[in-house]
Antibody, heavy 120, light 110 residues
């Protein structure tokens, strides 16, 4: 079964850091582009970042560029999002998503999400 | 990159058809055919229902269809069913090599 499972969410103080993980199973992880998307409470979806299968090419939304870093370990079938300088507006459910293809311009498989709360 | 514009809500009776619009610009929707649509039920992760403007993934009902004209993409739900009640989001690849989502539309089945 194709599956993505996020972890690492929790409570963090403003200005703090957190690393999210996304464990993949059921498919050849190294082939697919992977993405992070978040959803603030009661709000819509927001694209955050993408990384190609080889891990060399990454893209970021302006809202997180310079503060968040996406990476992957293909030997562990795991995607990461290192988040720094966290602000109140970063509070959200964070989803990892697998691309439709090597780079298919769509998010085909989603994890269940992990909640990040930013508060003092 | 500003969010794509969707109507906040659309409603219809069972069996009817509804259409959700998604308006962007020449740097996103109007610039290519990489438009996708997602269905999200409350408390659940989004589900891909349309990719490449009008392609359905395996297992998605043929009651869902997509189209595009200029800078506006559209999702049509035909034969509306109770389980179609959910939030729907469009998404487009952009000239900045990132994605942008729509503002989201709440579909209510009357």
């Amino acid at each position: 079964e194709v599956q993505l499972v996020e972890s690492g969410g929790g409570l963090v103080q403003p200005g703090g850091s957190l690393r999210l993980s996304c464990a993949a199973s059921g498919f050849t992880f190294s082939v697919f582009a992977m993405h992070w998307v978040r959803q603030a409470p009661g709000k819509g979806l927001e694209f955050l970042s993408s990384i190609l299968g080889d891990g060399r090419t990454t893209q970021y939304a302006n809202s997180v560029k310079g503060r968040f870093t996406i990476s992957r370990d293909n030997s562990k079938n795991t995607l990461y999002l290192q988040m720094g300088s966290l602000r109140g507006e970063d509070m959200a459910v964070y989803y990892c998503a697998r691309d439709l293809d090597i780079f298919g311009y769509a998010f085909e498989i989603w994890g269940q999400g992990t909640l990040v709360t930013v508060s003092s | 990159q500003s969010a794509l514009t969707q109507p906040a809500s659309v409603s219809g009776s069972p069996g009817q058809s509804i259409t959700i619009s998604c308006t962007g610009g020449s740097s996103d929707i109007g610039g290519h055919n990489h438009v996708s649509w997602y269905q999200q039920h409350p408390g659940k992760a989004p589900k891909l229902i349309i990719h490449g403007v009008n392609n359905r993934p395996s297992g998605v009902s043929n009651r869902f269809s997509g189209s595009k004209s200029g800078n506006t993409a559209s999702l049509t739900l035909s034969g509306l069913q109770a389980d179609d009640e959910a939030d729907y989001y469009c998404c487009s690849w952009t000239n900045s090599y990132i994605y942008v989502f729509g503002t989201g539309t709440k579909v209510t089945v009357l």
